[in-house]
Each structure stands twice: as C-alpha cells, then as structure tokens.
DNA sequence: CGTGTCACG
DNA sequence: ACGTACGTGACACGT
C-alpha cells in the first residue's frame, strides 16, 4: 500500500496531506491525539516535525514524517532541479545575492544551492546528483572547521578557548568537560551532544528556556550550565556584554572587517523586541565575520588560480565551504592553494584556522 | 500574499 | 507576565 494510503486509512478518511490546517483537524479533532494541542501564532495547530515527534508512538506519526521528508525532497529538488539545467552548458547555475543577508553572508536563489540535503539518507541521495564535469576532473570540497567558534574564540580572547583550539582539542568534548566539571577523558556521548548545543547556542545568544527546550531538561539546568559556561569561559561573558553595550552606543555592531548592522530596536522598551537585537548583537559579529573570512578566501583564491593558470572552476559556496570542480591533474597544487589561502584569509588571527577538505566522484563523496 | 513547514550553514 | 537561539530560500496551501 502506497504511504499516501495508509496515512488515510490510519486517518479513517482521505484529505490533503500537504496541508498542514487539514491535517490539524485529523489529528487533533478527529483522532484526538493530544488533549492540549499546541498551537502556532494564528491559532492554526502545530504540526511540524518536533512536534510530531511528540506522538511517536501513534502509528499514523511516523507515516506523516516519512511522507513530509519525501515530498519535500521531491518537490523541491527531485522535480525542480532538472527544470533548471541550463541548455547550452548542461548545467546547473544559481545567482548570488551579496546585499540580502543582514550578517554578510551570501545568499543563493533560484535554484538555491546552499541548502542540497546531506543530513538524512534520502536526501544524500540528491545530493550525489551533483558531479564534477567528466572523467577528468574531481569534486573537491573545503570547509573551515568550528570556524564560528574559532572567530568567537579570536574576538573574545577568550583564553581558555583560545588554548582549547591551540591544542587541536575537540572543542565539543572540551567545552563538556569543564561545564561538567570531569576530566577530558571522562566526557560521555551525551556530555559531548549536550555541550555542542551549548556552543552553538552561546553564539546565537542563548537562553535558559531555550536551551533546556533543546536538550531536555529542566530549565533550572539549563541554567546552571549556561552559568558553568561562562563560569570556565569568563572572557566570552565579557565580550557579549560588550557587543551589547556597543551596540547600545553606537547603534550598530561591526564585524572584523567592518561591515555594520545597525540594531534600531536596541534600546526598545519592549523586552521581546529588544531581545532579539541583542542576540543579533553577539550573533551578527560572528557570522558576519566568518562571512569576511570566506569572501576574503574566494577572491584570493580566485585570482592565484587565474595566475597560476589553473583549469580548474570554484564553483559553489555554501558559507564556510567552498566547492571546486577540479582538473585532477591540477588536484594536489589547488589543494594547497586552497588550504593556505582559506586559512591565512585574514591575517593576524591569533586564534588556529582549520581547513578540512576531500575529494570525490560527487559532492556527497568529497564530504 | 501570508502562513506553515523544512532544506541548509 | 511575556517570549524565548542566528542567518537564509522554496514549496504547498488557502485566501
């Protein structure tokens, strides 16, 4: 039976699937899986994926989920894509907007190719649809390592994170083991996890409520390891406090290369408004500033390539990787090229930059 | 055209 | 008491 069907028999009645008001009503007036439904802003029902996740043990759930994956992977590149091949090159090409993304960062419309799937099976799938030009050339891919990390790590000066990236440690595993006070090698699967929300929470300007919806536990917890974090990482404390503070005087925050974003809602009085400037105001500098880095990356890049005479083509970024349809005689000079120069990008850091790259028949292969 | 959802970093 | 992690783009639905 085709999932389509089982999703109607599971209902007791057939409807939209793909929409998200009716399927409300099938879950939650007519099959009554919840008493207190959540609801989004407009009142409509929550149906989306987390939670979902909730009712996990209802049979139609896992069919739902099954059935979003695969028409969204479906509509939005299975079917999409070959529309977009361009006739005279058999390719595909996206367009760059550099003056979209408040932080710096680039964007990529039509098709975007900054988010082709790589987290679940099916999607790895579309992904491997993309290949370097023939037999003579090889997909090659480079990304900066913690590269968000690193640049918090450089802006505050944080020592004992500075050092923790000077040692080539597992920033995740490092971080655990001083929020949860134990020795490195005492650090478990779930530490790890948990402080890898923590770090990337701190850089989105993290709260209790919010971390503790994110790992599970009571917000209590929550806080007490936001405070072990600042505890062990007293000089990231420091430099949040002085992002908000600067922005509160200026009226804007700046990135390492100086671009701006002016934060007018930083001085509001409604708390819900001015809280989200002030997280823009820890967040906008780091990822601004990784967006420098990689910008800068790409025009040096671009142009030893050009001197250097090299065949081979930059052709994708996706925000701290660069993608390459490389000449495989040429593989071993762009590599070093293309290490050195995302690495040194911008000079007089004092924190590591690390470079991963790797190579394949497709860009699922080269990851 | 707004809403909800979900793909990515 | 309230809302509650940053930045995007595309799709289907429903008005």
Do not use: C
Request: glycine share 6%.
């Amino acid at each position: 039976m085709s999932l389509e069907a089982e999703i109607y028999e599971a209902a007791g009645k057939e409807f939209n699937i793909g929409s998200p008001k009716q399927l409300g009503v099938v879950l939650f007036e007519d099959l009554k899986i919840d008493e207190k439904p959540k609801k989004t802003k407009s009142g409509q029902y929550s149906t989306n994926e987390e939670t979902l996740q909730k009712y996990a043990d209802h049979p139609i759930v896992g069919k739902l989920l099954d059935y979003r994956q695969i028409s969204k992977l479906k509509s939005t590149y299975v079917d999409s894509l070959p529309d977009l091949v361009n006739k005279r090159d058999d390719r595909i090409h996206t367009t760059y907007m550099q003056a979209v993304a408040a932080t710096g960062r680039l964007s990529s419309q039509n098709p975007n190719l900054q988010n082709i799937p790589i987290r679940t099976e099916r999607g790895r799938a579309v992904r491997k649809a993309f290949i370097p030009t023939d037999g003579d050339h090889i997909i090659l891919a480079a990304d900066y390592s913690q590269i968000e990390l690193r640049i918090m790590a450089e802006l505050s000066g944080d020592k004992g994170m500075l050092d923790a990236f000077e040692a080539g440690e597992d920033i995740h595993a490092a971080t655990a083991a001083r929020v949860f006070g134990v020795k490195p090698e005492d650090v478990s699967r779930e530490m790890r996890s948990k402080a890898k929300v923590v770090n990337f929470g701190i850089i989105y300007g993290i709260s209790a409520f919010g971390l503790s919806q994110r790992i599970g536990v009571p917000r209590h917890e929550a806080a007490e390891l936001i405070e072990n974090y600042f505890e062990q990482y007293p000089d990231v404390k420091a430099y949040m406090d002085k992002s908000i503070d600067g922005a509160r005087e200026k009226g804007y925050v700046d990135t390492v290369m100086q671009r701006r974003r002016y934060l007018p809602d930083i001085n509001s009085k409604n708390g819900t408004v001015r809280g989200f400037a002030e997280r823009n105001a820890i967040n906008a500098p780091i990822q601004g500033s990784a967006a420098d880095m990689i910008k800068m990356a790409m025009i040096q890049i671009g142009k030893a390539m050009d001197d250097a005479g090299l065949k081979s083509k930059m052709i994708l970024q996706v925000h701290d990787e660069l993608v390459f349809d490389a000449v495989k005689e040429e593989l071993e000079p762009l590599k070093e090229m293309v290490e050195k120069l995302m690495r040194n990008a911008m000079p007089s850091l004092n924190v590591p930059i690390k470079v991963d790259m790797d190579t394949g028949e497709n860009w699922l292969e080269a990851h």
